[in-house]
């Protein structure tokens, strides 16, 4: 893939506490990067509010590697992590994913095709065919029931997996539906899909090779009572947002 069809690509890594992790998955994303065929990318580590030598180690990586730059913030939240780079950046994409890349990042040139041919948003899909995934019982079963319950309730076309930390931007049309995701932590990635999908983006789905990390930070039983608020909050008003939306810019989605 030429330059002059991707210009440059940001692959945004939200970390808290990842002092162990990070040096090693850094270096492992940074080497398998150089063997795609890519444009300009650099890997951008936004390290919200670490309390450990998490800012140490995202110094030293940046002052090492020219293609790895680290920002810090002093709150926690992967939606404010997101946010807060695809607001500033001079990338035409964004690509996020796990610090410990449980979403194989043989995924990346799939994903980059399909920003290459027209897509706002890719998301890595664990459930799709051709997806592979190793995790437990409990968290398969609610991962399953989550997105079965976003099915039923907002009928989705673009997506079946709203949750896979690996996702991409086109940051020309995400940064004019951005405004309406309210939410900064964890239930950003579902909002930000129902967003994009009611304002008329591209939303598309590529299966990927997923391997659950047995010391993630994500703590279960209150992401769920989040996901399940913030479900409750979009039903309400994702229409009128919209709407409201589509009266100020008129065809969100052309590009």
């Given at each position: 893939?030429?330059?002059?069809?991707?210009?440059?690509?940001?692959?945004?890594?939200?970390?808290?506490?990842?002092e162990?992790?990070?040096?090693?998955?850094?270096?492992?994303?940074?080497r398998r990067?150089?063997?795609?065929?890519?444009p300009?990318w650099?890997?951008?580590?936004?390290?919200?509010?670490?309390?450990?030598?998490s800012?140490?180690?995202g110094?030293a990586?940046?002052a090492?590697?020219r293609?790895v730059?680290?920002?810090?913030?002093?709150?926690k939240?992967r939606?404010l992590?997101?946010?807060?780079?695809?607001?500033?950046?001079?990338?035409d994409?964004s690509l996020?994913?796990?610090?410990d890349?449980s979403?194989?990042?043989?995924?990346?040139?799939?994903?980059v095709?399909?920003?290459?041919?027209?897509?706002?948003?890719?998301?890595?899909?664990?459930?799709a065919?051709?997806a592979?995934?190793?995790?437990?019982?409990?968290?398969?079963?609610?991962?399953?029931?989550?997105n079965?319950?976003i099915?039923a309730l907002?009928?989705?076309?673009?997506?079946?997996?709203?949750?896979?930390?690996?996702?991409?931007?086109r940051?020309?049309?995400?940064?004019?539906?951005?405004?309406?995701?309210?939410?900064d932590?964890w239930?950003?990635?579902?909002?930000?899909?129902?967003?994009?999908?009611?304002?008329g983006l591209?939303?598309?789905s590529?299966?990927?090779?997923w391997?659950?990390d047995?010391?993630?930070?994500?703590?279960?039983?209150?992401?769920?009572?989040?996901?399940?608020r913030?479900l409750?909050?979009?039903?309400?008003?994702?229409?009128?947002?919209i709407v409201q939306?589509?009266?100020?810019?008129?065809?969100v989605?052309a590009?």
């Amino acid at each position: 893939m030429s330059e002059s069809h991707l210009d440059s690509i940001d692959f945004v890594i939200p970390i808290y506490n990842e002092e162990a992790a990070l040096s090693d998955s850094v270096q492992r994303l940074r080497r398998r990067l150089f063997n795609f065929d890519l444009p300009d990318w650099k890997i951008v580590i936004v390290d919200n509010g670490s309390t450990d030598g998490s800012q140490v180690e995202g110094e030293a990586l940046s002052a090492h590697f020219r293609r790895v730059q680290y920002e810090r913030l002093e709150v926690k939240g992967r939606g404010l992590a997101l946010r807060h780079v695809w607001n500033r950046t001079a990338a035409d994409y964004s690509l996020y994913m796990d610090v410990d890349l449980s979403t194989d990042v043989s995924a990346i040139p799939a994903v980059v095709a399909a920003l290459h041919d027209g897509a706002d948003l890719v998301v890595g899909s664990r459930l799709a065919d051709g997806a592979e995934t190793d995790r437990c019982l409990q968290r398969e079963v609610l991962s399953r029931g989550y997105n079965l319950l976003i099915r039923a309730l907002f009928h989705p076309t673009g997506f079946d997996d709203a949750q896979c930390g690996f996702k991409a931007v086109r940051l020309s049309t995400i940064r004019r539906v951005l405004p309406l995701v309210e939410n900064d932590h964890w239930f950003f990635d579902t909002e930000l899909l129902l967003v994009a999908e009611g304002a008329g983006l591209d939303v598309r789905s590529v299966p990927v090779r997923w391997a659950e990390d047995r010391d993630s930070r994500v703590r279960i039983a209150s992401t769920v009572l989040e996901d399940l608020r913030g479900l409750a909050r979009v039903r309400r008003s994702l229409e009128r947002k919209i709407v409201q939306l589509s009266g100020n810019e008129g065809a969100v989605g052309a590009h």
